[in-house]
């Protein structure tokens, strides 16, 4: 080996001691098996991850059907029970098709590798999902943002865009770090009035938000408000994987070109077993959704009587925006050695200065749970000020 240092090296070492100037070196929490944690950090908002009748429904698949589904969709890899799975999906969100992909990241690559390209133009709320971002990219288009869930803002770049180049409104429907939920019916209307597709990624709202679980989206806006609806499945139906829901034309469109659905393995069908065991009690338990509301407003309630930095969200996202990242990392460890995980998010994922304590809220959690939630929180406080 020679003594020169290799440029790989080089280039790793400053791109960390880069990351952990800025406060931002990010590790992975290994969690025990039998660790005596509450979780305020996760998406499983209705409890359902660790419902055994989803674990019995994934199992009995699996046993039956494979532990791996063999193949891609186009190949050998797309079973009844997917097809059986995109049918119930489409009637949850009031659209004639849907189709699952393996993930939310991959449904959001998909979409938009295929609809665009350097000949459409892509606006998308600042604040939306990674995945959105990447997914433009990827297509070779260009994103234009616009301010967090300003039509205005919104309004003043279609009209910049010539009226007959293919045009694509993105947002996220509940956005994840701030637990707001976009104006969807505004934006519908902004957009069509110049001749633009809207895409809505509902990864939060679906199973927490809508008359039946079907999200900020579903069935209040139709396809024509909505042609391009995403939902994910590894969050409130507590499983894995993800959609996209519209017509036949789009759907068609997904299966010929979206290359991440295209060039890669189905869902294993035990995973697809347990989305279906996970509709079934989203529509037959209405109280899950109730109890995971009202923990919302109890949770809000006694935030404010304690003086704490609230949002105005709605939903299970509940972030206390703390500023900056070495006080978020104070509290999240001082929350953790009391038994309580939440997430510590800071930027890049957020932006600088906007540092926060991303909480979530369950229906599976107890009155003890909140109860301890906010004894942390009141601890943090105090011994801030002292
Ligand atoms: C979590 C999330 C995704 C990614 O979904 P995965 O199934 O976890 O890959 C996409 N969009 C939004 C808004 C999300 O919050």
């Not at 709320?125 to 300003?150: C, E, K, P, Q, V």
């Not at 429907?173 to 809207?198: C, I, K, P, Q, Y």
């Not at 809000?300 to 304690?306: A, C, G, I, K, M």
Request: charged share 25%; net charge neutral; glycine share 10%.
């Amino acid at each position: 080996m020679g003594s020169h240092t290799d440029p790989w090296s080089t280039r790793l070492a400053k791109a960390a001691e880069q990351r952990r100037a800025d406060g931002g070196w990010r590790q992975r929490p290994t969690l025990s098996d039998v660790a005596p944690f509450t979780d305020f950090a996760g998406n499983d908002y209705l409890g359902l991850a660790d419902d055994p009748r989803l674990a019995e429904a994934q199992a009995e698949a699996a046993r039956r059907l494979g532990a791996g589904a063999k193949a891609s969709h186009l190949v050998s890899g797309h079973l009844e029970i997917h097809e059986r799975l995109e049918r119930h999906l489409a009637d949850l969100t009031g659209r004639p098709r849907a189709l699952l992909f393996s993930t939310g990241y991959m449904a959001n690559l998909g979409v938009l590798q295929a609809l665009c390209d350097r000949h459409t133009r892509v606006f998308q709320d600042r604040l939306n999902h990674a995945s959105l971002i990447d997914g433009a990219r990827l297509a070779g288009a260009t994103s234009r943002r616009f301010h967090h869930r300003d039509l205005e803002d919104l309004e003043r770049l279609l009209a910049r865009a010539p009226d007959d180049t293919p045009t694509l409104v993105v947002s996220d429907g509940v956005f994840s770090m701030d637990g707001d939920v976009a104006e969807v019916g505004e934006l519908a209307a902004t957009a069509r009035r110049h001749g633009a597709w809207l895409m809505i990624d509902d990864a939060h709202g679906l199973g927490v938000l809508g008359e039946v679980g079907d999200g900020c989206v579903g069935r209040a806006h139709d396809r024509r408000e909505v042609p391009v609806l995403v939902g994910t499945l590894g969050k409130a139906l507590g499983s894995a994987g993800a959609f996209v829901a519209g017509d036949e034309a789009l759907i068609d469109h997904l299966i010929q070109f979206a290359r991440p659905y295209v060039y890669t393995t189905a869902q294993p069908p035990g995973v697809v077993a347990a989305t279906l065991a996970a509709l079934d009690v989203l529509a037959r338990e209405p109280e899950r959704r109730a109890r995971l509301h009202e923990r919302i407003a109890r949770f809000r309630r006694e935030t404010v009587t304690l003086g704490l930095p609230l949002t105005g969200s709605r939903t299970p996202i509940q972030p206390l925006v703390l500023g900056d990242n070495a006080r978020v990392m104070r509290w999240a460890e001082r929350l953790a050695r009391a038994g309580l995980r939440v997430g510590a998010i800071r930027a890049p994922t957020v932006p600088k200065g906007e540092a926060r304590l991303r909480i979530t809220l369950s229906a599976a959690h107890g009155d003890d749970a909140l109860d301890a939630l906010l004894d942390g929180l009141a601890a943090c406080q105090r011994e801030e000020v002292a």
